[in-house]
């Protein structure tokens, strides 16, 4: 049996079934209502390494409970799972002591009636290049992550039509020996080559991260390990170079999906942490304005800008409707105080929760824009209250609003902006204090104006900052990354048949 290779930093949804039904009335029981039967179990099974401890993990990367089994003397496994369960976007991991297999598992529906028989699918059947939890798999799994965690993003932000897809076509391209592809699978063959599976007690690192954050292969792995993960041909292999192994792989593929044209997902972040630095290197009090209580939350409030292209207002397509308009401005909070709380539990485009980052996710409307091209503009603010509590002691400045214009910059289908709350430096519009010897202009422009100075004449000053873009992830001032969002995938239509 071939071998099989990739990573995973993997998400799981366990979703409700609605299609269970509730009840069986009438004729089928001869009672108006009858108690409804059990929902027959459905079983995931596969082969890999003999004696491995399986599991599917979830977005953290931990396995979740009772979703386990234990691979047979021949490596054979099952894991039972209730029928009312949805696996998407998940991962499934059988480890030897530090030895770790991976494969991506796109999909398993819940069970569609509770008249459904019981039901096993194959590994291979879930997770297209799978034919066993093995390199290949793991080498598959490895790449989909790391292209991933390079725009931000975890497994739960894909579709599991769009992994399927992937993995069908990262399949091919690995059998028919595409170099980049090569190169990360022969490394993930040599460290798991190189893992001790004699590591019984304790807690033994496992090579590869699952969990969406930090570097894919754990340096504490290599630490730990008895055997310097080196092979012939490849040399010492670092979290570096392989993450390096990983990015020229992510150049060469795409996630094969079709995406929608006329909304996106917008994704808004900010952090009330102190100690951080603000947009001009300078020291950041998140509370100048608001005042501190561990009792309060973070909300985001705001509306479409009046500079956005209105259709009734004599804008040419592409322009907002005023149905647009007024359902966008109602989900930003219609510049009520407190009233759309943000998140820091893990969901709703928060990565990590209780980590003082707070996030929303908002479908807007959207249309593509070509180089200073207006797009769809919003204007908002965070603010840091009680529910209903009204604008003072709870906003992070007074009189300005932060500008964002909705461009897809990265590429990822998504826009996401993370802010320091109350950072005066960034995005403010009227009285931004960024100083001019860091390009500050005192106030905000789009990227599309012409800014005038006082004779009338083209400035050379025009501040912008009023798209998505990198941020500075270690403190160094320095943009270095995406800004992470989560499980927020993007929108997704059905693609046309060819």
Same mark, same amino acid.
């Given at each position: 049996?071939?071998?099989?290779?990739?990573?995973?930093?993997?998400?799981?949804?366990?979703?409700?079934?609605?299609?269970?039904?509730?009840?069986?009335?009438?004729?089928? &029981?001869?009672?108006?209502?009858?108690?409804?039967?059990?929902?027959?179990?459905?079983?995931?099974?596969?082969?890999?390494?003999?004696?491995?401890?399986?599991?599917?993990?979830?977005?953290?990367?931990?396995?979740?409970?009772?979703?386990?089994?234990?691979?047979?003397?021949?490596?054979?496994?099952?894991?039972?799972?209730?029928?009312?369960?949805?696996?998407?976007?998940?991962?499934?991991?059988?480890?030897?002591?530090?030895?770790?297999?991976?494969?991506?598992?796109?999909?398993?529906?819940?069970?569609?009636?509770?008249?459904?028989?019981?039901?096993?699918? $194959?590994?291979?059947?879930?997770?297209?290049?799978?034919?066993?939890?093995?390199?290949?798999? &793991?080498?598959?799994?490895?790449?989909?992550?790391?292209?991933?965690? @390079?725009?931000?993003?975890?497994?739960?932000?894909?579709?599991?039509?769009?992994?399927?897809?992937?993995?069908?076509?990262?399949?091919?391209?690995?059998?028919?020996?595409?170099?980049?592809?090569?190169?990360?699978?022969?490394?993930?063959?040599?460290?798991?080559?190189?893992?001790?599976?004699?590591?019984?007690?304790?807690?033994?690192?496992?090579?590869?991260?699952?969990?969406?954050?930090?570097?894919?292969?754990? *340096?504490?792995?290599? $630490?730990?390990?008895?055997?310097?993960?080196?092979?012939?041909?490849?040399?010492?292999?670092?979290?570096?170079?392989?993450? *390096?192994?990983?990015?020229?792989?992510?150049?060469?593929?795409?996630?094969?999906?079709?995406?929608?044209?006329?909304?996106?997902?917008?994704?808004?972040? &900010?952090?009330?942490?102190?100690?951080v630095l603000d947009g001009s290197c300078a020291g950041l009090n998140p509370y100048l304005w608001a005042s501190k209580d561990d009792t309060k939350t973070v909300f985001i409030t705001g509306g479409i800008h009046k500079d956005s292209r209105v259709c009734s207002k004599g804008a040419t397509p592409?322009?907002?409707? $005023?149905?647009?308009?007024?359902?966008?401005? *109602?989900?930003?909070? @219609?510049?009520?105080?407190?009233?759309?709380?943000?998140?820091?539990?893990?969901?709703?485009?928060?990565?990590?929760?209780? $980590?003082?980052?707070?996030?929303?996710?908002?479908?807007?409307?959207?249309?593509?824009?070509?180089?200073?091209?207006?797009?769809?503009?919003?204007?908002?603010?965070?603010?840091?209250?009680?529910?209903?509590?009204?604008? &003072?002691?709870?906003?992070?400045?007074?009189?300005?609003?932060?500008?964002?214009?909705?461009?897809?910059?990265?590429?990822?289908?998504?826009?996401?902006?993370?802010?320091?709350?109350?950072?005066?430096?960034?995005?403010?519009?009227?009285?931004?204090?960024?100083?001019?010897?860091?390009?500050?202009?005192?106030?905000?422009?789009?990227?599309?104006?012409?800014?005038?100075?006082?004779?009338?004449?083209?400035?050379?000053?025009?501040?912008?900052?009023?798209?998505?873009?990198?941020?500075?992830?270690?403190?160094?001032?320095?943009?270095?990354?995406?800004?992470?969002?989560?499980?927020?995938?993007?929108?997704?239509?059905?693609?046309?048949?060819?």
């Amino acid at each position: 049996m071939r071998g099989r290779w990739w990573m995973v930093a993997v998400s799981l949804a366990v979703l409700p079934a609605c299609a269970v039904d509730g009840l069986l009335v009438g004729a089928l &029981t001869g009672q108006s209502h009858a108690r409804m039967p059990d929902v027959a179990p459905q079983t995931i099974a596969g082969v890999t390494t003999p004696g491995a401890e399986v599991a599917i993990l979830g977005s953290d990367g931990h396995a979740l409970d009772k979703l386990k089994g234990t691979a047979d003397t021949q490596g054979a496994f099952h894991i039972d799972v209730d029928g009312t369960t949805a696996l998407q976007s998940a991962a499934l991991q059988a480890r030897v002591g530090r030895k770790q297999f991976l494969a991506l598992l796109p999909q398993l529906p819940a069970q569609p009636s509770v008249l459904a028989p019981a039901r096993t699918f $194959d590994v291979r059947d879930l997770s297209p290049g799978a034919t066993q939890v093995d390199v290949t798999s &793991t080498t598959l799994a490895v790449l989909i992550a790391g292209k991933l965690r @390079n725009q931000g993003m975890t497994l739960s932000a894909t579709s599991a039509d769009s992994l399927s897809k992937t993995l069908i076509a990262l399949d091919k391209d690995l059998l028919a020996g595409k170099p980049a592809l090569i190169n990360v699978a022969q490394q993930v063959a040599c460290i798991l080559l190189a893992a001790d599976t004699t590591v019984t007690s304790g807690s033994p690192e496992l090579p590869f991260d699952v969990s969406g954050v930090g570097p894919t292969l754990r *340096q504490a792995f290599l $630490d730990q390990n008895s055997h310097t993960a080196a092979c012939e041909g490849i040399g010492t292999i670092t979290p570096a170079s392989f993450q *390096q192994a990983l990015n020229d792989a992510s150049a060469t593929f795409a996630f094969d999906a079709c995406f929608a044209s006329d909304r996106i997902q917008v994704v808004l972040m &900010t952090s009330l942490k102190e100690g951080v630095l603000d947009g001009s290197c300078a020291g950041l009090n998140p509370y100048l304005w608001a005042s501190k209580d561990d009792t309060k939350t973070v909300f985001i409030t705001g509306g479409i800008h009046k500079d956005s292209r209105v259709c009734s207002k004599g804008a040419t397509p592409p322009c907002l409707s $005023d149905a647009e308009v007024d359902a966008a401005t *109602q989900a930003l909070g @219609n510049w009520v105080p407190n009233k759309v709380p943000m998140y820091d539990d893990g969901t709703h485009g928060d990565s990590v929760a209780g $980590d003082g980052i707070w996030s929303i996710a908002l479908a807007l409307p959207y249309w593509a824009v070509q180089g200073n091209g207006a797009g769809v503009r919003i204007a908002y603010k965070y603010t840091y209250g009680s529910p209903g509590q009204g604008w &003072t002691e709870s906003e992070e400045f007074p009189g300005n609003q932060r500008l964002l214009e909705l461009v897809d910059v990265n590429g990822d289908h998504r826009v996401s902006r993370f802010d320091w709350f109350a950072d005066e430096t960034s995005n403010k519009d009227k009285k931004n204090q960024l100083p001019p010897s860091m390009g500050g202009c005192g106030s905000l422009s789009w990227p599309s104006d012409v800014v005038l100075g006082l004779d009338g004449k083209p400035t050379a000053c025009a501040q912008t900052d009023v798209r998505e873009r990198p941020i500075d992830l270690d403190g160094d001032c320095k943009a270095d990354g995406w800004p992470p969002v989560g499980g927020v995938a993007p929108l997704t239509i059905a693609c046309p048949t060819k």
